[in-house]
């Protein structure tokens, strides 16, 4: 704003007043807002027993049930080894180059069946894990 200046003789412009632009913006006034009612907080849930799950029986049959598993994969790895070494022998005593064709073809028929053995146990301890923590 320019402030009012008096008037000379000799001037012969008016007194102006320059008068703020608007802008069309309006400026936030915050005012406090309340909310129209408190709700209050839910009771708590009761403590219940814990979930299957949970308790040491069913946490005891879930160990169990995944030593036997892993017992399961060890024994059929032990009998697996024992055909693997017995084709390797095979083939490394092989008198013609069809019976060493045939202990390479054994060895892996061997690898399959082992491969066919992890991925079952890979399934059945993916579903065991499943059941105890399902996210």
Do not use: C, N
């Not at 003789?9 to 309006?26: C, F």
């Not at 009612?37 to 219940?48: F, I, K, Q, S």
């Not at 070494?85 to 399959?112: C, D, N, Q, T």
């Amino acid at each position: 704003m320019v402030a009012a200046r008096p008037m000379h003789i000799l001037d012969p412009r008016p007194d102006l007043r320059v008068e703020p632009r608007s802008s069309g913006l309006t400026l936030w006034r915050p005012e406090i807002v309340l909310a129209p009612t408190a709700e209050p907080a839910p009771d708590p849930r009761p403590v219940l027993p814990g979930e299957p799950g949970l308790r040491p029986a069913a946490v005891q049959a879930q160990i169990e049930a995944s030593r036997s598993m892993l017992d399961t994969l060890a024994g059929a790895r032990q009998a697996l080894d024992a055909r693997a070494l017995h084709a390797a022998a095979w083939a490394a005593g092989a008198p013609s180059e069809r019976a060493r064709v045939a202990a390479v073809i054994e060895s892996y028929r061997v690898k399959s069946e082992l491969d066919e053995v992890l991925a079952d146990t890979f399934q059945r301890m993916r579903a065991l894990i499943q059941e105890r923590d399902p996210r």
